[in-house]
């Protein structure tokens, strides 16, 4: 089963506030998601292997967040104008092409250089987190550090949760 990558913009200020409180609560300047696939399934090209790397890649952003694929993870601004330069250079071009020939490829793709296009352009942070678990006994331990957590009620439900992430 292939989790999404949740993925938000957001500032400098915003990182050094969660890092040093992990109940801080970020505020991206924009937010989107990508099929956590192009991590866990085949990796036919080095644009594929790109594509994992920005995925997962970084540093974390507190030690006391937990998933049990992994924690949120973070980019500063310089490493996220320089995936945004790998990610835009000709040494993938074609390798990009051969994976945007497949719509629902391209379509994912759309998504991570948006987002990536946009933390880079604006100078801003990268981080990207895996949505909770479907089951939950393990849900109710994951935050996406942008979302409120209740240990009172856990998770919400799947439903809000993609509404949240994608409606707002």
């Not at 973070?74 to 835009?88: H, P």
């Not at 993938?92 to 946009?118: M, P, T």
Request: one cysteine or more.
């Amino acid at each position: 089963m292939a989790y999404m990558t949740l993925l938000a913009s957001v500032s400098s200020d915003e990182i050094a506030s969660i890092r040093a409180d992990v109940k801080a609560v970020l505020k991206p300047a924009k937010k989107s998601c990508v099929s956590h696939y192009f991590v866990s399934g085949p990796r036919p090209n080095d644009a594929a292997n790109l594509v994992a790397e920005v995925l997962d890649g970084g540093f974390i952003l507190n030690e006391a967040f937990w998933h049990p694929l992994r924690p949120p993870m973070f980019r500063d601004v310089n490493a996220t104008q320089t995936l945004f330069q790998s990610l835009t250079s000709d040494q993938y071009a074609l390798d990009f092409d051969v994976l945007r020939a497949d719509d629902w490829f391209r379509s994912e793709l759309d998504r991570l250089f948006a987002i990536v296009a946009h933390a880079s352009t604006n100078g801003l942070c990268l981080v990207s987190a895996i949505e909770p678990p479907a089951d939950k006994e393990r849900a109710v331990h994951v935050r996406v550090p942008w979302e409120q957590h209740s240990k009172t009620h856990g998770q919400p439900s799947v439903r809000s949760f993609w509404q949240r992430i994608l409606g707002g």
